[in-house]
């Protein structure tokens, strides 16, 4: 089944321990359409500035993405410039220019309103709501967002919160949004404003899904060089939904072994800059993985 995202379709400039890189594809659209399109057929929303080097989303294009919902736009693109220190787990954003953003009013094109999954990645939660407003009834609909919306747009955000199934954030943005500490009460608050699943992801630590009942854990693949953790939070939901989307099956089973989907393709996120790796990862590379991760976890239970 096909999954309808729409996000920030980037120029990110990022600096980590490891090297630097600057103005290459980035964006929480660009990269959840990276990692989803191995599972699933993706139509991607956003917009773009006259500068954007659009020949080089064609890769995208090549494995499924599609690129008609990408408006053009006259002025600058989407920038985003962070930087990571030795702690991999936080960017520091050092700056944010919406550019042809602060003006898009996204318009989703007919052939996608029937989209059975929905995901409205890390963008301003106005522009979430306005696509909401556009689809018809998907199966599922799941959000991300982060510090900076939770700061400048915390009433929209509330709302989209009523209006959506599932949401992606991280423990920083779980303990802002909710005003809590403690993660499980961040999560159950979460889930007393709307969405059913709070997926709470902890970085090298890991990620858990919370709903009204259950707790999951999943681990993050225990890497050994971490190259560039930008875009690993998007790939994560990417993963997860791409599988949930490929699958159709919202059991509570086949949603754990998304997470574990997830955490996979978060995991190659960060092997290299921009969306560079996410674009070399095959099938059987996804697949080989995730066998990884079952023995990563696995155990025998010693029985008396
Ligand atoms: P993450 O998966 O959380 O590491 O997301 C990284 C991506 O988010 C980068 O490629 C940025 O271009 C993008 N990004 C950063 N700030 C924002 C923002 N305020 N709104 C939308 N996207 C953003």
């Known amino acids: ?73 006259e002025g600058p693109s989407f920038r985003w410039r962070g930087r990571y220190r030795h702690d991999l787990n936080s960017a520091e954003t050092l700056e944010t220019h919406l550019g042809v953003f602060s003006r898009f009013s996204p318009k989703i094109p007919e052939a996608f309103r029937s989209a059975p999954f929905v995901f409205l990645a890390n963008i301003d939660p106005r522009l979430q709501l306005d696509v909401l407003k556009q689809v018809q009834r998907p199966k599922l609909v799941a959000c991300d967002t982060m510090n900076f919306w939770i700061e400048s747009r915390r009433p929209e955000l509330m709302e989209l919160l009523g209006h959506v199934d599932l949401i992606t954030v991280n423990d920083g943005e779980a303990r802002q949004l909710s005003e809590k500490a403690n993660l499980v009460q961040a999560a159950r608050w979460i889930m007393s ?108 239970e010693e029985l008396e």
């Open 1 to 73: 089944m096909t999954v309808l995202v729409v996000g920030s379709v980037a120029l990110d400039s990022v600096e980590t321990p490891f090297g630097k890189a600057d103005d290459v594809l980035g964006g929480s659209g660009t990269f959840f359409s990276a990692a989803a399109s191995l599972l699933t057929p993706v139509q991607l929303v956003g917009v773009v500035g006259d500068d954007y080097p659009v020949d080089k989303l064609q890769p995208l294009a090549d494995r499924g993405v599609d690129l008609s919902g990408l408006e053009r736009a």
């Open 193 to 300: 404003h709307g969405p059913r699943h709070v997926i709470i992801k902890k970085g090298e630590h890991g990620a858990f899904m919370f709903t009204e009942d259950t707790i999951f854990f999943a681990p993050a693949y225990p890497l050994e060089s971490v190259f560039d953790p930008t875009g690993a939070g998007d790939s994560f939901a990417g993963g997860f939904i791409g599988y949930l989307a490929k699958t159709g099956d919202l059991s509570e089973g086949n949603m754990r072994r998304a997470v574990i989907y997830g955490s996979a393709m978060g995991s190659f996120a960060v092997e290299k800059f921009s969306i560079e790796r996410l674009l070399e990862v095959t099938r059987e590379d996804l697949g080989s993985r995730i066998r990884d991760f079952r023995k990563l976890v696995a155990f025998e």
